[in-house]
């Protein structure tokens, strides 16, 4: 999908971002992972595009240029990728003009200024002509270069002082592998390496990946004087940008790119866009001011920005598989962002790169495999910005700088337009991420991450968090499986029993007995049926004591922090209790999986609540005000959060990006759809772990279409089960001829359940009927029997009734509804109780 219209519109985006009255050079770089001719051709003909741009002198050029490229974007941004991705065999002519940039002279040929260019514009159009010319020409056939060489090429405008502009493409050397060895990071039988000599520079780096070659089975190369380096040591994404890293460096250390000040020694910005992302004009003037403090100072503990991804043709309301991932960016980033906790999520990202050692361009690292000594040794590779030991080399980057006590910042605009694959391809990027997260966990936990410098040395303060989660684990379990009256700090020693019952235990039964007296009151005293009133005595008195020793721990861990502020010059330790908070976020990126299983333990529940009576103890009026109370919490932060961060955006750019209820419900889809593809990832990350580990293997590429398949597979059926089960429930309870008794307590079980099935039933029917080929011409000329036997003509009118605007209407407001409703259905019938507490903790933004 991501071919020369890809790119092309990719590269307007990012050229279109340049600030102006730029003060640092603004580089553009193309990193093409193909390795394809037509491509390097295509991006010549770009730039003689932008080199075509009238010049008049002074800043005129730069001026013209961003002129020109807004028009530009603006006739491209909404493009999807059916009309140029991969299957496209000749553009259409519209696109086409609009793609060259055809439309674009024709719409800024009637802006005043330009009319006043007249002839001068003439250049500029022939150029376009040849880039249209290009891009109508063997649109998707492409002439593979040599695989073991690399290739950069270098653009700058013919006044260099004209623009700060500077263009560059890169396409690192991809060789052809075995197929039969494993592909690993090091250099092994099958792998292509080349040599770097003693005291080697950076500028030499290009010219030795040059002579590269492959190592040889039974041919070893025996050098005691030069160093083997992989060619290719991560064949992912991350990859791509570490070659780019490097390369770019080597460009700013020519002399004609020094600044001779102290700016060469200043920070850098790396912003990445995938291919099928096109930045917005205001994407850098939106993103770089979050790296600054408001008197205008370079913030050096913003370690990078991220701004969501957006697929314009995708509404919300029919974003059946939460393609915009309108969870994360509308959900969970609003509320991290408030202690700067946001992860990268790849592209639409900005980070600051902070000044490094460049007098060399290779690091070492502990190789993966033991050599036939049995002995570990190091080895040398090039130099890496980002993570490239797992799938997530967004998170993982994420986690160094959240190590080391920087943040992030969340702009929720609308940036960047990105082109969407199909939304099942969603699917897929869920399985890529468990897998991702599950590798990583495994990695930090023994002591195998590929993490640098200061961030792998305070790995412990990971070990910290995971540690204070257990305990507060295993305080939740003692609190409702022990009887006890005494606080742990007693059990440790920190408090004696004497002070805990003096200003604690004495002062607080009286108090507790006395609002226990007065609900007696109120209720007109005991009922036949009623506990003793000093089993809830006992209980509230225990969870006090639960409650007041967890606060004492936090103002500890809150004095302790806040000490830290005092040594943080030669202490990296967290000295605000926003970082804490930051690494709780990532403790839970790196861990989420673990709870896979409470999708499967929602619906089995029901189920079995609907298949078989149960009997449950409770007063049904202290339930459902309960209940009332937390769904109201629980909904009013979300809605809080949601409108506060909207009021804040409005405010600043006069844009609102607020979260819907089409949101909400999407994220109970996600919830019961993404459980069994998140066990299948546990088996799938262990098993990549593991060759990791033993073999050294590179894991960190995948191949999309290989997991998106079986992610459709998974969630097609696993949802079709769901919606029958559903109906099984019902037939059952009224075939089985149950008493009143049971019939009251199974009927929540089925009511419950059937809304669960009512919450998954978009995205199965859109899975079973995607790609329907029967045409609405075809369906007309068949006969009865011919529409009643064809699986095409059943798939198209089950999408026409249920994948339409009316019953989507119906559908999203059900489930809110739903939850609000079912605290009162408690006080109707005490089985909704049990089943609308498990609701409230695991269920979507609940959960």
Known sequence: DEGKGTMIRNTIGMV??????????????????????????????????????????????????????????????????????????????????????????????????????GNSLDRLEAAIDVLKADLDTDYNKFTPMIPERDYVKDWMPPDPNSTSLRMHFTSRAKPREDPRNIMVQHVAVGTWYYKVPPNATP????????????????????????VKVPLRSSHGKAGGLNFVDNYITLVNERPENMYNSDQDEAPSLYAI???????????????????YTPDGKLNRRVGFTQAPQHYPEYSD???????????????????????????????????????????????????????????????????????????IEDTASSLDRVLVGEYSHFVNRKLSYGMSKSPEGFLGAQQRWVEGAITLCLQWVTQNADAHGQAKRNGPLLWCVILGFTFYLIALLRLVTVQYTSSILVMLGFLSEEKFDEFIRLPLRPLIHGVYTWLM???????????????????????MIWLGTCMVCFTALWVFTTMCKCCRRWLTFPNEMKWWGRLLISFDNLTYWIWFWTSFFWIGFNMYLAIWPAKFHFNNLAM????LVATFLNYALIIANSFRFSIMESMDANEIAFLSMDNIWRANQLFFMVGPIQGFSVITGTKNFINYLLYGQDIGGWSGGDLTQISIAIVKYWTTMIVIAATCCWIYLFASNPTVDEYQSRRPGCII????????????????????????????????????TSSGWWKSKMATFILNEQVTNIFRFVNPAYMFCLPLLVFYNSYFGVSGGFALVAVGAGH
């Not at 039974?218 to 050098?223: F, H, I, K, W």
């Not at 866009?273 to 790296?291: K, N, W």
């Not at 459902?624 to 209940?627: A, H, I």
Request: proline letters at 3%; charged letters at 25%.
């Open 203 to 226: 500028q030499q780096w290009l010219s030795l990946r040059r002579n590269c070659q492959e190592m040889i089975y039974s041919q070893p190369d025996v050098d005691e004087v030069n």
């Open 16 to 117: 279109s971002g340049l600030p102006p009255m730029c003060k640092c050079r603004f580089i553009v770089c193309n990193n093409e992972e193909g390795h394809r001719l037509e491509m390097m051709t295509c991006w010549d003909k770009f730039c003689a595009v932008l080199a075509a741009i009238p010049n008049l002198g002074g800043l005129t050029y730069e001026e013209n240029l961003r002129q020109f490229l807004t028009v530009w974007c603006e006739e491209t941004r909404e493009m999807r990728l059916d009309s140029m991705g991969a299957k496209v065999r000749k553009l259409d002519d519209k696109i086409l003009a609009r793609l060259s940039g055809k439309t674009a002279i024709a719409k800024i040929r009637k802006d005043v200024k330009w009319a006043r260019f």
């Open 624 to 627: 459902m005000s309960f209940l």
């Open 317 to 391: 309301k029919f974003d059946y598989l939460d393609n915009n991932n309108a969870q994360f960016f509308r959900l969970n980033a609003m509320i991290r962002n408030c202690c700067g906790g946001v992860s990268s999520c790849g592209t639409n990202g900005m980070w600051q790169l902070h000044p490094r050692d460049n007098s060399t361009i290779w690091q070492r690292r502990k190789k993966r495999v033991r050599d036939r000594d049995s002995r570990l040794r190091t080895e040398l590779i090039e130099r890496e910005q980002f993570h490239t030991s797992c799938k």
């Open 273 to 291: 866009a995938d291919a099928r992302h096109q930045y917005q004009p205001d994407f850098f003037i939106s993103c770089v001011p979050c790296f």
């Open 753 to 788: 359940f059937t809304f669960i099935a009512m919450d998954v039933l978009h995205p199965c029917i859109y899975l079973w009927t995607v790609g329907n080929k029967v045409s609405k011409e075809e369906m007309a000329k068949m006969t009865c029997y011919q529409k009643l």
């Open 521 to 543: 009151t109120v209720r007109g005293g005991h009922s036949p049926n009623s506990y003793s009133y000093k089993v809830y005595e006992d209980m509230t008195l225990q969870f």
